[in-house]
């Protein structure tokens, strides 16, 4: 991603909530600098689990912009950290000008993402 393409930054501070479970999504996320949890409340019991961690490179939020369904998960910051935001825009130019076939792909793997941690989830076996 070059300079001109990052839309702008963010910046959190440890303990931030960059975005709620069930939130619509907005933009994506690459982490510049710092660490990200991802954590989901399971539907039975309310208790949260810690899905990952996303650090510098990793790229967080994308899958709401690609289906256009709510957030499946929290974001919160760790430590203080810096985000490039991606927007909805900039990733729905860049996957128009895509194969079809690579965004057809890009749809099954975020369908199967989802319902892979609707399962994790709900028998607690996500990753602490």
Known sequence: ???QEAVARRNCAAGEIIFEDGAPGSAAFVVERGKVEISKTAPAGGQSQVLGFIGVGGIFGEMALIDNRPRMARARALEPTTL?????????QKLSRSDPFVRGLLNMFVR?????????VATGQAAE
């Open 1 to 3: 991603m070059t300079e």
């Open 84 to 92: 490039i935001v991606i927007t909805e825009a900039t990733l729905r």
């Open 112 to 120: 199967n993402i989802r319902s892979l941690t609707e399962q994790l």
